[in-house]
C-alpha cells in the first residue's frame, strides 16, 4: 500500500501548512458523488483518527481512512497550476474512468 507526492505537492502541502501555523499533515479520501461515482477528498488534518493509515513521503504525512484506501491504494498526488488555477492532481491506478469534466472517477 502506498501513497506518494511528487516534488511540487510535497512543496505546496508544506508551504500551506507552514501558513496554517498547525497540522500534522494531508488526508486523502473519497465521497459517492457525481456522474462517476465517487470524487477526491482533500483536507488538511489537525488530529489523526485511531484508524487511519499513515503514508509518509517527502517529509509529508497523507491520512487515508480504512473506507477510502482501497480506492486510492497507489495513488500519486501531484499539485498543478496553471494560469489562475490551481489544484491537486491525482495518478491513480485504481482509476477506471473519469468524467468529462473531470470531478469524480470510477474504479
Partial sequence: MSI??????AEHISKHLEKRGSGLGLRLGVRLTGCSGMAYEVNYVDEAA??????EDQGIR????????PFVDGTQIDYER??????????NPNEKAACGCGESFTV
Fill in 62 to 69: 497523507v491520512y487515508v481512512d480504512p473506507r477510502s484506501l
Fill in 4 to 9: 506518494t507526492l511528487t516534488s511540487q505537492a
Fill in 82 to 91: 496553471k494560469g489562475l488555477s490551481e489544484m491537486f492532481k491525482f495518478r
Fill in 50 to 55: 485511531e484508524n487511519d493509515h499513515v503514508f
